[in-house]
């Protein structure tokens, strides 16, 4: 299994993005981060919605030739 196919977990994400834990169970309360799967009790991510999520936070200033 490669590292692309492999779920994040919540404090993988948290790590990544540089935001407390309690930040991303906030937003997914609110339906603002990253989509999440629920595997048992567990938040897990897919690392494209993620890197999708990312681009999609982008100011227009922010992205390449906007």
Known sequence: M????????????ATY???PVTTLYAWRYKRKGPPALRVGRHLRYRWTDIDRWVA???????????
């Not at 490669?2 to 994400?13: F, I, K, Y």
């Not at 999609?56 to 906007?66: I, M, V």
């Open 56 to 66: 999609d936070q982008l100011q227009p200033s922010d992205r390449p030739n906007g």
């Open 2 to 13: 490669t590292n692309e196919r492999r779920l994040a977990d919540v404090v993988e994400l």
């Open 17 to 19: 993005l540089g935001v």
